[in-house]
């Protein structure tokens, strides 16, 4: 029986680690002080996948109806509490270590930092991450901005958006 049930608890906490994302982020800091947060709810990007083509780099036009009907929501912070910055860093990485989220970009430009991950379930991109840190978010002011996306993505159409970006 003990070992049954440390075994369900073992899973259970797997399962909880797993689970954790953008969402909870999301979740655990708005409305902390020197934190501002947006959701965007799957109802408003119904709304919005009727956008009309837009002009990209290198005067290259791209649709995005079809990404953005792929979305099931976006979570936006942007932080300015060091001690907060320092702490959504700190839990961005064990997803990472925990396998949860694969890098997919780095940019570094001398103390500014963008590190976008990616969630994959076979050819179907499910969530994106990106963590922006501006110089001096852990000491002198600069902020730390997360935003996560909800997605069922084929990886083909996130593929043809980078290609069209990269012309």
């Known amino acids: ?3 049954t049930v440390i075994f369900l608890f073992a899973m ?21 002080d020197g934190v501002s947060a947006v959701y ?3 109802a408003m990007f119904e709304l919005i996948k009727q956008i009309p083509d837009i002009e990209i ?13 792929t979305f099931d929501g976006m979570y936006i912070l942007e932080i300015e509490n060091a001690e907060l910055a ?12 925990k396998g949860r989220y ?12 963008v590190h976008v991950y990616i969630v994959r379930e076979g050819d179907t991109v ?11 978010a852990e000491s002198t002011g600069g902020s ?19 290609a069209s970006a990269m012309q």
Do not use: C, H, W
């Open 57 to 69: 780099v290198g005067g290259e036009t791209f649709n995005l109806s079809e990404i953005v009907k």
């Open 144 to 162: 730390t901005a997360v935003i996560s996306i909800s997605a069922k993505m084929a990886m083909s159409e996130l593929q043809k958006l980078m």
């Open 12 to 32: 259970f906490m797997a399962a909880a680690t797993f689970a954790q994302g953008g969402k909870e982020l999301y979740n655990r800091y708005s409305g902390k």
């Open 126 to 136: 499910t969530d994106f991450l990106m963590l922006a840190s501006e110089t001096g």
């Open 86 to 97: 320092s702490e959504v860093g700190k839990n961005v990485a064990e997803l990472v270590e």
């Open 1 to 3: 029986m003990k070992k």
């Open 102 to 113: 694969s890098l997919l970009m780095e940019a570094v430009d001398g103390g500014d930092r």
């Open 40 to 42: 965007i709810s799957p």
